[in-house]
Protein backbone atom coordinates (compact mmCIF):
# COMPACT_ATOMS: atom_id res chain seq x y z
CA UNK A 1 0.00 0.00 0.00
CA UNK A 2 1.19 2.96 -0.96
CA UNK A 3 1.81 6.09 1.83
CA UNK A 4 0.22 8.76 -1.49
CA UNK A 5 -3.29 7.88 -2.34
CA UNK A 6 -3.69 8.05 -6.45
CA UNK A 7 -6.96 6.94 -8.70
CA UNK A 8 -5.98 3.30 -10.31
CA UNK A 9 -7.15 4.91 -13.65
CA UNK A 10 -8.31 7.77 -15.81
CA UNK A 11 -9.26 8.42 -19.13
CA UNK A 12 -10.30 11.13 -21.30
CA UNK A 13 -10.82 12.48 -25.12
CA UNK A 14 -8.46 14.27 -27.50
CA UNK A 15 -8.60 17.50 -26.29
CA UNK A 16 -10.44 17.55 -23.18
CA UNK A 17 -9.07 17.94 -19.94
CA UNK A 18 -8.30 15.71 -16.98
CA UNK A 19 -7.29 16.11 -13.77
CA UNK A 20 -5.44 13.45 -11.20
CA UNK A 21 -5.27 13.97 -7.64
CA UNK A 22 -2.72 12.62 -5.30
CA UNK A 23 -3.77 12.62 -1.51
CA UNK A 24 -1.58 12.36 1.32
CA UNK A 25 -1.98 13.72 5.04
CA UNK A 26 -0.02 17.01 6.82
CA UNK A 27 3.37 15.43 6.67
CA UNK A 28 3.43 14.96 3.58
CA UNK A 29 1.55 17.16 0.62
CA UNK A 30 -0.36 19.11 3.56
CA UNK A 31 3.24 20.14 5.06
CA UNK A 32 5.54 21.57 2.44
CA UNK A 33 5.60 22.31 -1.39
CA UNK A 34 8.03 19.44 -2.24
CA UNK A 35 4.94 17.88 -4.52
CA UNK A 36 6.48 15.89 -7.68
CA UNK A 37 4.54 14.00 -10.74
CA UNK A 38 6.38 12.04 -13.16
CA UNK A 39 5.00 10.41 -16.44
CA UNK A 40 6.00 6.89 -17.78
CA UNK A 41 5.37 5.41 -20.43
CA UNK A 42 5.25 1.45 -21.35
CA UNK A 43 8.83 0.02 -20.43
CA UNK A 44 10.53 3.22 -20.09
CA UNK A 45 11.34 5.63 -16.89
CA UNK A 46 9.72 7.70 -15.91
CA UNK A 47 10.45 11.54 -16.60
CA UNK A 48 9.79 14.03 -14.37
CA UNK A 49 6.57 16.98 -15.53
CA UNK A 50 6.19 18.94 -11.98
CA UNK A 51 8.07 19.66 -9.34
CA UNK A 52 7.82 21.77 -6.16
CA UNK A 53 3.61 21.92 -6.85
CA UNK A 54 3.43 23.80 -9.51
CA UNK A 55 7.32 24.11 -11.61
CA UNK A 56 7.88 22.27 -15.13
CA UNK A 57 11.31 21.80 -16.03
CA UNK A 58 12.55 22.89 -19.25
CA UNK A 59 11.22 21.51 -22.12
CA UNK A 60 7.90 20.12 -20.70
CA UNK A 61 4.49 21.11 -22.52
CA UNK A 62 2.74 24.07 -20.70
CA UNK A 63 -0.31 20.97 -21.21
CA UNK A 64 0.83 19.93 -17.86
CA UNK A 65 0.16 22.05 -14.67
CA UNK A 66 -0.05 21.25 -10.66
CA UNK A 67 -1.82 22.07 -7.73
CA UNK A 68 -2.35 21.67 -4.44
CA UNK A 69 -4.83 22.32 -2.15
CA UNK A 70 -4.64 21.07 1.83
CA UNK A 71 -3.27 17.45 2.06
CA UNK A 72 -4.30 16.92 -1.82
CA UNK A 73 -2.63 17.57 -4.54
CA UNK A 74 -3.65 17.65 -8.27
CA UNK A 75 -2.09 16.89 -12.14
CA UNK A 76 -4.02 18.78 -15.25
CA UNK A 77 -3.49 17.87 -18.53
CA UNK A 78 -5.26 19.76 -21.08
CA UNK A 79 -5.82 19.85 -24.65
CA UNK A 80 -5.19 15.54 -23.95
CA UNK A 81 -3.11 14.08 -26.69
CA UNK A 82 -3.12 10.63 -27.20
CA UNK A 83 0.94 10.58 -26.81
CA UNK A 84 0.11 11.35 -22.95
CA UNK A 85 -1.05 8.10 -22.75
CA UNK A 86 0.73 6.21 -19.72
CA UNK A 87 1.07 6.03 -16.50
CA UNK A 88 1.52 8.90 -13.79
CA UNK A 89 3.17 9.10 -10.32
CA UNK A 90 2.78 11.69 -7.98
CA UNK A 91 6.01 11.77 -4.81
CA UNK A 92 6.27 14.04 -2.32
CA UNK A 93 9.15 15.10 0.50
CA UNK A 94 7.73 13.57 3.97
CA UNK A 95 9.15 14.60 7.55
CA UNK A 96 8.36 11.11 8.49
CA UNK A 97 11.91 8.88 8.47
CA UNK A 98 11.58 7.78 4.89
CA UNK A 99 12.27 11.30 3.47
CA UNK A 100 10.13 10.41 0.08
CA UNK A 101 6.86 9.23 -0.38
CA UNK A 102 5.26 7.79 -3.56
CA UNK A 103 1.67 7.32 -5.29
CA UNK A 104 0.73 3.76 -6.65
CA UNK A 105 0.43 5.48 -9.92
CA UNK A 106 -2.32 6.61 -11.96
CA UNK A 107 -2.85 4.83 -16.05
CA UNK A 108 -3.96 7.52 -18.15
CA UNK A 109 -6.20 6.42 -21.37
CA UNK A 110 -6.96 8.47 -24.45
CA UNK A 111 -9.92 7.10 -25.65
CA UNK B 1 24.64 16.87 -19.52
CA UNK B 2 24.51 14.49 -16.56
CA UNK B 3 23.48 10.81 -17.28
CA UNK B 4 22.93 7.67 -15.30
CA UNK B 5 23.09 4.06 -15.92
CA UNK B 6 22.86 1.23 -14.24
CA UNK B 7 24.83 -1.98 -13.86
CA UNK B 8 24.64 -5.42 -12.04
CA UNK B 9 23.79 -8.58 -12.30
CA UNK B 10 19.83 -9.33 -13.69
CA UNK B 11 19.32 -12.24 -11.75
CA UNK B 12 20.17 -12.79 -7.74
CA UNK B 13 19.18 -16.19 -5.63
CA UNK B 14 16.90 -15.94 -2.33
CA UNK B 15 19.05 -14.94 0.70
CA UNK B 16 21.66 -13.29 -1.26
CA UNK B 17 22.84 -9.93 -1.61
CA UNK B 18 21.28 -7.97 -4.79
CA UNK B 19 24.40 -5.24 -6.07
CA UNK B 20 23.68 -2.58 -8.55
CA UNK B 21 25.92 0.35 -8.89
CA UNK B 22 24.84 3.40 -11.11
CA UNK B 23 27.65 5.45 -13.26
CA UNK B 24 27.47 8.91 -13.62
CA UNK B 25 28.75 10.66 -16.41
CA UNK B 26 28.58 13.78 -17.43
CA UNK B 27 28.96 15.44 -14.28
CA UNK B 28 30.90 14.95 -10.82
CA UNK B 29 29.14 12.79 -8.16
CA UNK B 30 30.96 14.88 -5.63
CA UNK B 31 30.37 18.00 -7.03
CA UNK B 32 27.13 18.25 -4.07
CA UNK B 33 25.16 19.53 -6.47
CA UNK B 34 22.96 16.65 -6.35
CA UNK B 35 21.38 13.93 -4.28
CA UNK B 36 21.63 10.75 -5.68
CA UNK B 37 19.08 7.95 -4.89
CA UNK B 38 17.88 4.17 -5.50
CA UNK B 39 13.77 3.52 -6.81
CA UNK B 40 12.16 0.35 -7.99
CA UNK B 41 9.86 -0.61 -9.33
CA UNK B 42 7.83 -4.28 -9.04
CA UNK B 43 6.12 -5.21 -12.16
CA UNK B 44 2.61 -3.61 -12.70
CA UNK B 45 3.34 -1.68 -9.56
CA UNK B 46 4.27 1.63 -8.11
CA UNK B 47 7.89 3.29 -7.70
CA UNK B 48 9.13 2.42 -4.20
CA UNK B 49 11.59 4.84 -3.06
CA UNK B 50 14.56 2.66 -1.57
CA UNK B 51 17.05 5.48 -0.01
CA UNK B 52 19.44 8.20 -1.12
CA UNK B 53 22.73 9.35 0.34
CA UNK B 54 24.65 12.73 -0.46
CA UNK B 55 27.87 13.77 -1.79
CA UNK B 56 29.08 13.93 2.03
CA UNK B 57 28.33 10.61 2.40
CA UNK B 58 25.09 10.77 4.55
CA UNK B 59 22.76 8.59 3.80
CA UNK B 60 18.55 8.33 4.25
CA UNK B 61 16.82 4.91 3.85
CA UNK B 62 13.25 3.96 3.40
CA UNK B 63 12.62 2.39 6.96
CA UNK B 64 10.70 -1.01 5.62
CA UNK B 65 13.97 -1.82 4.27
CA UNK B 66 16.76 0.03 6.15
CA UNK B 67 18.17 -2.82 8.22
CA UNK B 68 19.30 -4.92 5.06
CA UNK B 69 19.76 -1.96 2.75
CA UNK B 70 23.22 -0.35 2.37
CA UNK B 71 24.38 2.41 -0.04
CA UNK B 72 27.10 4.22 -0.78
CA UNK B 73 29.45 6.49 -3.07
CA UNK B 74 32.72 5.51 -4.84
CA UNK B 75 34.11 8.62 -5.90
CA UNK B 76 36.99 7.73 -7.87
CA UNK B 77 34.92 5.73 -10.23
CA UNK B 78 32.21 8.46 -10.49
CA UNK B 79 29.26 6.20 -9.19
CA UNK B 80 27.41 5.15 -5.90
CA UNK B 81 26.15 1.96 -5.15
CA UNK B 82 23.16 -0.53 -3.53
CA UNK B 83 23.85 -2.94 -1.78
CA UNK B 84 19.96 -5.09 -0.58
CA UNK B 85 20.96 -8.22 1.86
CA UNK B 86 19.11 -11.02 2.37
CA UNK B 87 16.74 -10.35 -0.37
CA UNK B 88 13.34 -12.82 -1.75
CA UNK B 89 11.51 -13.06 -4.15
CA UNK B 90 9.48 -9.86 -3.16
CA UNK B 91 12.72 -7.89 -3.89
CA UNK B 92 12.06 -8.59 -7.77
CA UNK B 93 11.46 -5.21 -9.60
CA UNK B 94 12.83 -2.85 -11.81
CA UNK B 95 15.51 -0.79 -10.15
CA UNK B 96 15.95 2.75 -10.87
CA UNK B 97 18.84 5.21 -10.08
CA UNK B 98 18.07 8.71 -10.45
CA UNK B 99 18.91 12.23 -9.16
CA UNK B 100 17.68 15.65 -7.55
CA UNK B 101 19.27 19.13 -7.51
CA UNK B 102 20.39 20.35 -4.34
CA UNK B 103 18.02 22.61 -2.86
CA UNK B 104 14.79 20.87 -3.98
CA UNK B 105 12.82 17.68 -3.61
CA UNK B 106 12.00 15.46 -6.60
CA UNK B 107 13.78 13.48 -9.16
CA UNK B 108 14.98 15.03 -12.31
CA UNK B 109 17.27 12.37 -13.79
CA UNK B 110 16.81 9.22 -14.29
CA UNK B 111 18.69 5.84 -15.64
CA UNK B 112 17.22 3.61 -17.88
CA UNK B 113 16.42 0.73 -15.19
CA UNK B 114 17.66 -2.55 -14.69
CA UNK B 115 15.64 -5.80 -14.04
CA UNK B 116 16.20 -7.62 -11.22
CA UNK B 117 14.98 -11.31 -10.34
CA UNK B 118 15.49 -12.52 -7.60
CA UNK B 119 14.73 -16.69 -7.99
CA UNK B 120 16.97 -19.75 -7.31
Known amino acids: QSALTQPASVSGSPGQSITISCTGT?????????VSWYQQCPGKAPKLIIF???NRPPGVSNRFSGSKSGNTASLTISDLQTEDEGDYHC???????????FGGGTKLTVL | QVQLQESGPGLVKPSQTLSLMCIVS??????????WSWIRQPAGKGLEWIGR???????NYNPLLESRLSISLDTPKNLFSLRLNSVTATDTAVYYC????????????WGHGTVVTVSS
Open chain 1, 52 to 54: DVT
Open chain 2, 26 to 35: GGSISSDRHY
Open chain 1, 91 to 101: SSYTTTISRVV
Open chain 1, 26 to 34: SSDIGGYNY
Open chain 2, 98 to 109: ASTPKGREGFDL
Open chain 2, 53 to 59: IYASGIT
